[in-house]
C-alpha cells in the first residue's frame, strides 16, 4: 500500500522523502508538504489531513471519509482515492 499511495496525503508523504540512492516518487527533488500538520490531541473535523492535503475539497472538511478497499489487500480513507498511482 505505501508503494502506491490511494491516500493523496500518504502519497504527498512518500514525494517529500529523502532516501540514499533512491529519486524521490516521480523523479526529481523531494517536495515539501505544505499547510498544517493535524494536532493527534485534537484533531480537525472531516478527514484528519485536509488541512495538509492538496486535493482536499468541502466535503473533506465535514465528512469523515469511511474505508473505501481497493483491492482486498489495499484500502484508504479518503473521498478522493488516488487509483492510478
Same mark, same amino acid.
Given at each position: 500500500?505505501?508503494? /502506491?499511495?490511494? /491516500?493523496?496525503?500518504?502519497?504527498?508523504?512518500?514525494?517529500?522523502?529523502?532516501? +540514499?540512492?533512491?529519486?524521490?516518487?516521480?523523479?526529481?527533488?523531494?517536495?515539501?508538504?505544505?499547510? #498544517?500538520? +493535524?494536532?493527534?490531541?485534537? +484533531? +480537525?473535523?472531516?478527514?484528519?489531513? /485536509?488541512?495538509?492535503?492538496?486535493?482536499?475539497?468541502?466535503?473533506?472538511?465535514?465528512?469523515?471519509?469511511?474505508?473505501?478497499?481497493?483491492?482486498?489487500?489495499?484500502?484508504?480513507?479518503? /473521498?478522493?482515492?488516488?487509483? #492510478?498511482?
Amino acid at each position: 500500500a505505501f508503494r /502506491h499511495p490511494a /491516500h493523496p496525503y500518504t502519497a504527498a508523504l512518500r514525494a517529500s522523502m529523502l532516501v +540514499p540512492g533512491v529519486a524521490p516518487l516521480g523523479g526529481g527533488y523531494a517536495t515539501a508538504i505544505r499547510g #498544517d500538520a +493535524p494536532d493527534p490531541l485534537d +484533531p +480537525p473535523s472531516g478527514c484528519r489531513f /485536509h488541512t495538509r492535503c492538496p486535493y482536499a475539497i468541502e466535503r473533506c472538511v465535514q465528512e469523515d471519509p469511511g474505508v473505501t478497499f481497493l483491492t482486498p489487500e489495499h484500502s484508504t480513507r479518503c /473521498h478522493l482515492p488516488l487509483f #492510478d498511482t
